[in-house]
């Protein structure tokens, strides 16, 4: 069960220096995420859309509010790489990965475990997209809720948004919830995370953001194919 739309709600500026007292501030955004309602989050990359992953009626409202297509499934943040690999099948790549980025602005995409198979995320059912944000509001929130489906605060095509007053401009009442960072925008500047597709053979990389290709293929040692995304 979810509640019904309300008036909009702020939570913030958040300061991040209190561990303790982010936990504190953060139980009522856990809370409504728990209960099926969305919430936007700051994160070191962009603002992010987060839901429940585990209830399709919440996944479902993030499709709606983003207008974003199924084709594109929802990528799950997690508090811990430890808490990654229960959701993605972890590869000797995605190790090493992990190890050099995370936390950090690294997505990766694995073969779904017994644990996240069930979740409806999108038209790819086989494979999740994860990665281990390097914000603490973010992992905070995380460490309260367990793993969250997040994408860009945008509608689907459009820039991510960046304020406060943009953020409620693009989803209003559809969100319960707006958790703002202490700086009221991202400190990675809106740039998105880098998604490197590791289910095939040879890894590729889907989109190129906050991590470059020689980056990432440097710690895989070789070239990557890219892919625009």
Do not use: C
């Not at 982010?22 to 987060?50: C, K, N, Q, S």
């Not at 991202?186 to 020689?214: F, K, N, Y």
């Amino acid at each position: 069960m979810t509640s019904a739309p309300g008036p909009v709600r702020l939570v913030g500026p958040v300061e991040l220096g209190r561990p303790n007292a982010l936990r504190g501030i953060l139980r009522e955004p856990a809370a409504v995420l728990l209960a099926g309602d969305l919430v936007v989050i700051p994160t070191e990359t962009v603002y992010g859309l987060a839901a429940r992953p585990d209830l399709p009626e919440a996944t479902a409202r993030v499709f709606a509010a983003k207008r974003r297509p199924r084709g594109l499934s929802l990528p799950v943040l997690a508090s811990s790489a430890d808490e990654a690999w229960s959701l993605g099948s972890r590869t000797p790549e995605a190790g090493r990965l992990a190890a050099a980025f995370w936390p950090g602005p690294l997505t990766l995409v694995m073969a779904r475990t017994d644990r996240s198979r069930p979740w409806d995320l999108g038209e790819r059912p086989e494979s999740i997209a994860v990665r281990v944000p390097d914000h603490p509001v973010a992992r905070a929130l995380l460490q309260l809720t367990g793993p969250l489906a997040v994408t860009s605060a945008n509608i689907s095509g459009q820039p991510p948004a960046q304020r406060p007053d943009d953020l409620i401009a693009v989803f209003g009442d559809q969100v319960a919830i707006y958790v703002i960072a202490a700086r009221g925008s991202p400190p990675g500047g809106g740039r998105p995370s880098t998604v490197v597709d590791l289910t095939p053979a040879t890894p590729r990389i889907l989109r190129q953001g906050a991590i470059s290709a020689e980056e990432v293929g440097g710690v895989l040692g070789d070239s990557l194919p890219r892919r625009n995304r």
